[in-house]
């Protein structure tokens, strides 16, 4: 391995500066104004893929934004990695909260600064050059790679799932690797083997046909805004817990092993409240603060409306009342069940004097994999090779949707080796990526080629 990575050294600012070409390219996925970005974009990576030696380079039309993929299959008997990121970045509004030009990337205090830096295009840069070095200083891997880069996962990668079904021959492999995460400290490596889903709902009450005079109907007719109100109490109980029935039927228990690690990792409740300016935390009863922040479905208000909100007063009864509602899910929850339970158990709430719609507007499964699973195992082993320390495990409080799109179509474990900080700024100004992370990054790659193929 010593001429690998030594081959790392030798190539350290060159690394930069191609790092810093790429975040000068705006790919934008949601603005129109960027097509051309978006494609000049695949066309580098297309580029680039080559130069490093992966064959089968292709750029796939979907109907939107294109796919770049590329293999490389000459380690016979060895087992495949699919790696996934993306090449879009989000929009950079507001503009002048950024302390320098977001597509004019700055190197300070060991970090880039410039959007898509963290998010994504400084990870998937990551395994880029970890294949670069083994083929330029050995001439094979030790394990086949298959590289699948998209330009719509900032926008739900609509056009990815149908891709996926579509070339599931040309896709299989035996692990899929995405890094598109944050380590949850500076210096220390983290795997993330766990992510919560998604079910988003709107709830519309009508009573009457029109607003009323408070005065004139006030204590005859119900008010909708009093209804939604008294529904959604009805929610949660006092302890956090969800009481919408049937709610935590399917839910996977979080394990002995999942409990040790995660009360291992060094949380402040109290750091964490005042991060957030917070009084103070709640959450369900009975489960430590990350398993609730990780590991815990959830309910949330997202947001509610009705009725009079101008300046100053009238006194009305309004004839409509809204509310967003999110529930995050865990592994085994499917997002249409759990909206079907919200709303049955919703309309068993609803008044005789109201009428109400229920939407669900979208969802995605969560995703847990196995600690023991040998792939994450090898990851585990060259993540601390290559920093130094014990590695962090760690669980995701948000949502990846395409990552049990993945294992459901290529029916593969999904690898979290993220190497972003809780700091990064993604989707907000002055997003940033650690150059020691980037670097570490790299060599943790070519360190987990060679532990991967060991599993033959």
Do not use: C
């Not at 891709?163 to 995405?178: R, S």
């Not at 529904?231 to 399917?250: N, P, S, T, V």
């Not at 309004?318 to 509310?323: N, Q, R, V, Y």
């Amino acid at each position: 391995m010593k001429n690998t990575l030594d081959f790392l050294g030798q190539h350290h600012d060159r690394y930069e500066q191609e790092l810093i070409d790429i975040l000068k390219i705006p790919s934008i996925s949601s603005n129109p104004d960027n097509i051309d970005d978006m494609r000049d974009m695949a066309e580098l990576l297309k580029k680039e893929m080559r130069s490093i030696g992966m064959d089968e380079v292709s750029i796939f039309e979907t109907d939107g934004h294109p796919v770049v993929y590329s293999e490389w299959l000459g380690a016979p008997g060895a087992p495949t990695l699919l790696i996934y990121g993306h090449y879009d970045v989000q929009p950079v509004d507001p503009v002048d909260l950024w302390s320098s030009p977001p597509f004019e990337p700055v190197i300070k205090d060991g970090k880039i600064f410039a959007r898509g830096s963290a998010d994504d295009k400084g990870q998937i840069y990551i395994h880029l050059k970890a294949i670069e070095a083994w083929l330029a200083t050995k001439g094979t891997l030790p394990v086949n790679v298959k590289l699948l880069f998209e330009g719509e996962e900032e926008i739900g990668s609509a056009h990815l799932e149908d891709f996926i079904t579509k070339h599931e021959e040309m896709l299989a492999a035996d692990y899929v690797v995405i890094s598109d995460t944050p380590m949850f400290r500076e210096g220390y490596p983290g795997i993330t083997y766990g992510l919560r889903g998604l079910a988003y709902l709107q709830v519309n009450l009508r009573g009457t046909s029109t607003d009323l005079h408070s005065g004139s109907f006030g204590g005859l007719v119900k008010n909708p805004i009093n209804a939604l109100v008294e529904i959604l109490a009805q929610m949660k109980d006092e302890d956090g817990r969800i009481l919408i029935r049937g709610f935590y039927d399917d839910v996977l228990p979080i394990t002995e092993n999942e409990h040790d690690k995660l009360s291992n990792l060094p949380f402040s409740a109290k750091d964490f409240a005042d991060s957030i300016n917070a009084p103070a935390l709640f959450g369900e009863a009975g489960y430590d603060d990350l398993e609730r922040l990780w590991a815990r479905p959830t309910f949330d208000i997202n947001g509610i409306w009705g009725g009079f909100q101008g300046e100053g007063a009238k006194t009305v009864i309004p004839a409509e009342a809204h509310a967003k509602v999110s529930m995050r899910l865990v592994a085994d929850q499917d997002p249409d069940d759990i909206a079907e339970k919200f709303t049955t158990y919703v309309k068993s709430l609803i008044p005789e004097s109201m009428e109400a719609e229920i939407e669900a507007m979208h969802g995605g499964f969560g995703y847990v994999t196995d600690l023991d699973n040998p792939g994450l195992q090898a990851g585990v082993r060259a993540l601390k090779k290559a920093f130094g320390k014990e590695v962090d495990f760690l669980r995701e409080g948000g949502s990846i949707p395409i990552v049990k799109v993945f294992a459901d179509i290529i029916k593969a474990p999904v690898l979290l080796m993220g190497y972003g900080l809780p700091d990064q700024n993604a989707h907000a100004p002055n997003e940033n990526f650690s150059l020691y992370n980037f670097h570490k990054g790299i060599e943790s790659i070519v360190y987990f080629f060679e532990e991967i193929g060991n599993l033959k």
